[in-house]
Nanobody
Framework: EVQLQASGGGLVQAGGSLRLSCATS????????LGWFRQRPGMGREWVSC????????YVADSVKGRFTISSDNAGNALYLEMGMLKPEDTGTYHC????????????????WGLGTLVTVSS
């Protein structure tokens, strides 16, 4: 069974940094497209950054480009999101996800995802 659990969120001042971690089990990271998405109050799901299976190419949303970095530790079965220069508009619940079916840059309809971690950025 594919399982993912995000952690590392918290309260941080604008301009600060956080590192989110995603513990995974039940699958091999290399075989899946991985990603982080966030849900902000009153808004839908937004893909923040992803790693595509196969070629390992990365996607980074324009809203976080230059500030967030995604990485994976295949041996440790973990996914990370380094978040820097945080802004109040980055506030939201961040989830990690995985999909081995949809041939796209980010997980698609067949994604598996777990409980998120709340990031709150104060101004």
């Amino acid at each position: 069974e594919v399982q993912l659990q995000a952690s590392g969120g918290g309260l941080v001042q604008a301009g600060g940094s956080l590192r989110l971690s995603c513990a995974t089990s039940g699958f091999t990271l290399n075989d899946y497209t991985l990603g982080w998405f966030r849900q902000r109050p009153g808004m839908g799901r937004e893909w923040v950054s992803c790693i595509k299976k196969g070629d390992g190419s990365t996607y980074v949303a324009d809203s976080v480009k230059g500030r967030f970095t995604i990485s994976s530790d295949n041996a440790g079965n973990a996914l990370y999101l380094e978040m820097g220069m945080l802004k109040p508009e980055d506030t939201g619940t961040y989830h990690c996800a995985a999909d081995n079916v949809t041939p796209d840059k980010c997980p698609g309809p067949h994604l598996a995802w777990g409980l998120g971690t709340l990031v709150t950025v104060s101004s």
